[in-house]
C-alpha cells in the first residue's frame, strides 16, 4: 500500500544553518505530496505542495522537488531561523483523494 | 473564513465515561477524517468520510464511532473511554478532488484518568 518514510529526528540546528529532512514514498500510480509544518500547541498547517514529477513546491523559503525517478520529495531550506523550530510531516495522497498517508514528523530545534 | 472548528479544545475525562468531539467545517469538503497524534507516533487515521451518509475505519477505529449527517459536520463519539484514548485528536478535511491538500482543525487534547 500507499506509505511515507521520513527522516527521524530531533534535528538541532544553529540559526542561518542548512536544512534537509529527507521524505521518500511508496505509491502506485502518480500521487500529490506535500509537506505540512505544526507549530507547538497548534494543528498542521500546509507548507507546500507539488503535483507532478518535477514540480517544486515553495512557501516561506521552503522548497521541495517531486522526484519521481527516487520517489523523494526532501525538504529544503537554505538558511534557517529559530521561528521555524516545528514539527514537519511529509505526506501523499494518490489522485483519487480519498485518503492521505503521513510520515511520522521530524523535530525541528533551531537554537540562537 | 473559519476552515475547521474542533470543540473543546481541551477535555478530562474518566474511565468509562462517554463524549463527543465535534468537527465542523464551512469549506463543502467532501472529504474529512479524524486522527489521533501520540509521541514518536505521528499521526493515525481513526475513521474518514468522502461524503454524507458515507464513512469508513481508518487504522484504530477500534473504541470511537462516527456518523456524516451532514457535509460540514463530523463528530467523533468515544463510547467508553479508556486511559489508552489519551491523546490529541485532530480533525481535517479536503475536497475529492485530487491533489488537493487536507485542511487541519487545532486539535483536541483529551485526557482519560
Known amino acids: 500500500g500507499d506509505s511515507v518514510t521520513q527522516m527521524e529526528g530531533p534535528v538541532t540546528l544553529s540559526e542561518e544553518a542548512f536544512l534537509t529532512i529527507n521524505c521518500t514514498y511508496t505509491a502506485t500510480g502518480y500521487p500529490s505530496l506535500f509537506w505540512y509544518v505544526q507549530y507547538p500547541g497548534e494543528g498542521l498547517q500546509l507548507l507546500l505542495k507539488a503535483t507532478k514529477a518535477d514540480d517544486k513546491g515553495s512557501n516561506k523559503g521552503f522548497e521541495a522537488t517531486y522526484r519521481k525517478e527516487t520517489t523523494s520529495f526532501h525538504l529544503e531550506k537554505g538558511s534557517v531561523q529559530v521561528s521555524d523550530s516545528a514539527v514537519y510531516f511529509c505526506?501523499?495522497?494518490?489522485?483519487?483523494?480519498?485518503?492521505?498517508?503521513f510520515g511520522t514528523g521530524t523535530s525541528l530545534t533551531v537554537i540562537p | 473564513n473559519a476552515g475547521v472548528t474542533q470543540t473543546p479544545k481541551f477535555q478530562v475525562l474518566k474511565t468509562g465515561q462517554s463524549m463527543t468531539l465535534q468537527c465542523a467545517q464551512d469549506m463543502n469538503h467532501e472529504y474529512m477524517s479524524w486522527y489521533r497524534q501520540d509521541p514518536g507516533m505521528g499521526l493515525r487515521l481513526i475513521h474518514y468520510?468522502?461524503?454524507?451518509?458515507?464513512?469508513d475505519q481508518g487504522e484504530v477505529p477500534n473504541g470511537y464511532n462516527v456518523s456524516r449527517s451532514t457535509t460540514e459536520d463530523f463528530p467523533l463519539r468515544l463510547l467508553s473511554a479508556a486511559p489508552s484514548q489519551t491523546s490529541v485528536y485532530f480533525c481535517?478535511?479536503?475536497?475529492?478532488?485530487?491533489?488537493?491538500?487536507?485542511?487541519f482543525g487545532d486539535g483536541t487534547r483529551l485526557s482519560i484518568l
Open positions: 481535517a478535511s479536503s475536497s475529492r478532488a485530487g491533489n488537493q491538500p487536507q485542511h
Open positions: 468520510s468522502v461524503g454524507a451518509g458515507i464513512t
Open positions: 505526506a501523499l495522497t494518490a489522485n483519487t483523494g480519498n485518503q492521505f498517508y
